[in-house]
């Protein structure tokens, strides 16, 4: 979709009556496709399909945060190659990449980027990415379990014939 990806601001959410009591204001654009946000130290992170980029202060006046990008990960421009969630802990933020799938459903193969179907540990500091976890088809959702421990959910299809959740860390 050649359409930027955008992030909103909502102002009014824990008070709305309605969708009329809620602002939304553009504070981002120019993003391929963001799937999960993550706020640490009060700065925006951003998961994309091919990355993860920092919003900073608007520099240039526009109204608009500035995308500075951290990370690149595996990417093969196919249309299904999402980024899923966005947590972090101290060290890094973590990220589900599904594979590629053809229009229809079934798993492109070869997959056009190594790495997909792989959970990531991002290094908050330098950015190097490493692999976590591997074997997923679309890991969709990703939480903390009760003693800290990494759980990814992951999307039936092809070869997968049941949603499943799983501790990767």
Known sequence: DPTPGEVFLLEGVTDA???????????ATGLLNPMGVD??????WVSERDGLTELTPD???DGMLENRRHADWPYGGTFHEFA??????????YV????AIDNGGATTNPQ?????????????ETGEISAVSGGLRTPNGMGWGPDDELFVMDNQGAWLPASKMVQVE
């Open 39 to 44: 706020v640490v130290d009060g700065n925006l």
């Open 84 to 93: 899923f969630g966005l947590l972090h802990d101290e060290e890094n933020f």
């Open 112 to 124: 056009p980027a190594d790495g997909r179907g792989t959970t990531y540990a991002v290094d908050r």
């Open 59 to 61: 520099a240039d006046g």
């Open 17 to 27: 009556d309605g969708p009329e009591d809620v602002t939304a204001t553009k504070i």
């Open 96 to 99: 589900s990449l599904s594979v």
